[in-house]
């Protein structure tokens, strides 16, 4: 028999002609019943208590108003959404695109930024499984956790500012725009702000395992910016031929300039470059070292000598 008596109950009483609700939930939690005020707004109650009004489409007008409604209307919820028909358009409701910021991988700079260069989208609660474009081209993914993606900046994105999209099952779910220069040099780190380097020998560069003065010394970095023989975004560097910068590339250590003897993608790595560099008749110590291209500097880290 139906009870006569409401169990809960809306404290607004919809005007005529009424609502005609409609019920969303995860399997049997987190009711939610959205109905449509002929008022001109959306409303949206806890299922289990009517008298908890979740959310209205006036709580932030500017944003959410939903216009003229249509009499009888349903609210129809697919796809993580709320789609309402109004007399002159149809209004859809979701999640808010949660706010996304881009950076340099290497430097953290979010001005540090060049086409084929490896850069970090941070944000919360990032797609398990997404994909990003600049400019509207897609960007190869190296890696992603729920607060970061680290990502390739295509080659073919020209300079000046850029949208970068982040999408989930091909929907874009956060946005932001980025400014795009020709070179954009970043110095990759390890913890204590020591540049990532290796040693003449491979090994790698510490306070315990500094490289002598004269030896010569790789030095991890991006934004480099182009190089002959040009290399696919995405694409690994061949092993066999390497390819340079086209533009000269100069280092300095503890504030002394520092030989170049090469400047190009790292081989066996997209976006990553490599500068091999001789270190200058230093003392004992550990010194900043800074690399410049096309008159942009990097970020300074430090390098342990002997």
């Known amino acids: 028999r139906m009870a006569t008596t409401p169990q809960s109950q809306s404290p607004t009483a ?76 149809l209004v859809v409701y979701g999640p808010l695109t949660p706010p996304i910021t881009v950076s340099n991988a290497a430097s953290g700079n979010a001005v540090a930024l060049a086409p084929g260069s490896i850069a970090s989208l941070y944000g919360t609660n990032l797609p398990a499984s997404p994909s990003v474009t600049v400019g509207g081209l897609a960007a190869p993914i190296f890696g992603a956790i729920p607060s970061q993606i680290n990502f390739q900046i295509p080659f073919e994105v020209p300079t000046g500012v850029a949208t970068v999209n982040l999408l989930a099952n091909g929907a874009t779910v956060g946005a932001t725009s980025i400014s795009i220069q020709a070179f954009a040099p970043g110095l990759f780190t390890e913890p204590g ?9 491979y090994s790698v560069n510490t306070s315990s395992n500094p490289a002598a003065a ?17 290399v696919a975004t995405g694409i690994p560097a061949p092993l066999n031929t390497l390819s340079s910068t086209t533009n000269p590339v100069t280092a300095t250590i503890g504030g002394q300039a520092a030989t170049v003897v090469f400047a190009g993608l790292a081989p066996g790595y997209a976006g990553l470059y490599q500068i091999n560099i001789q270190v200058p008749q230093l003392p004992s110590g550990r010194d900043p070292l800074q690399v410049v291209i096309g008159g942009i500097g990097s970020n300074s880290a430090y390098i342990n000598i002997q």
């Open 214 to 230: 004269g030896s010569y010394v790789a030095a991890y970095v991006t934004g480099l910016g182009p190089v002959q023989p040009a």
């Open 193 to 201: 702000d020591q540049a990532a380097v290796l040693n003449q020998d």
């Open 14 to 89: 919809f005007q005529f002609p009424g609502c005609v609700p409609t019920i969303s939930a995860n399997g049997t939690s987190n009711g939610i019943v959205w109905a449509i005020d002929q008022q001109g707004l959306l409303r949206a109650y806890d299922a289990a208590n009517l008298a908890s009004e979740l959310y209205n489409s006036n709580q932030n007008s500017t944003r959410d108003s939903l216009g003229s409604p249509v009499r009888f209307s349903v609210p129809t919820v697919a796809n993580g959404r709320v789609y309402i028909p109004t007399q002159n358009a």
